[in-house]
């Protein structure tokens, strides 16, 4: 995807790993395309092409090369999630249905999520 979102993705990926040594890291293939369809285009303005043919494609380049799992950095790219998955047999890692997996195993029904600062309104886990 974009470049700032896929170098932070791959920095945060390198400080997880406990490594000595470079070859402690694990291996990843990556496909930062700056020409993916604008997705606030498509989605909110109903302008431009859609993004789900070109990242459907960048998947399975990154299956044929090997890769085990995918990830992708953009929160608005995960709407097309479903185009991706049709297109690999590997796994995407959703971060949104694994951020809201996550938030209910910690908070449960009705847990708070977060609290608008200006209005004080407070979002709850469904």
Same mark, same amino acid.
Request: net charge negative; glycine share 8%.
């Given at each position: 995807m974009g470049p700032e979102a896929t170098i932070l993705l791959q920095r945060k990926l390198v400080?997880?790993?406990?490594?000595?040594?470079?070859?402690?890291h694990i291996p990843l293939l990556i496909d930062m395309n700056? %020409?993916?369809?604008?997705?606030?285009?498509?989605?909110?303005e109903g302008t431009g092409d859609s993004p789900a043919p070109v990242l459907?494609?960048?998947?399975?380049r990154l299956q044929h090369a090997g890769a085990k799992a995918l990830a992708?950095?953009?929160?608005?790219?995960?709407?097309f999630a479903g185009a991706i998955t %049709?297109?690999?047999?590997?796994?995407?890692?959703?971060m949104v249905e694994l951020a809201a997996d996550h938030a209910?195993?910690?908070? @449960?029904? @009705?847990?708070?999520? @977060?609290?608008?600062l200006?209005? @004080?309104?407070?979002y709850q886990a469904l």
């Open positions: 400080e997880a790993i406990p490594a000595d040594d470079d070859r402690d700056p %020409q993916v369809p604008s997705r606030i285009a498509n989605l909110i459907a494609n960048m998947a399975r992708m950095p953009c929160n608005t790219a995960h709407h %049709q297109a690999v047999d590997i796994p995407l890692l959703n209910d195993r910690v908070l @449960g029904l @009705g847990g708070r999520v @977060g609290a608008c200006a209005c @004080g309104e407070t």
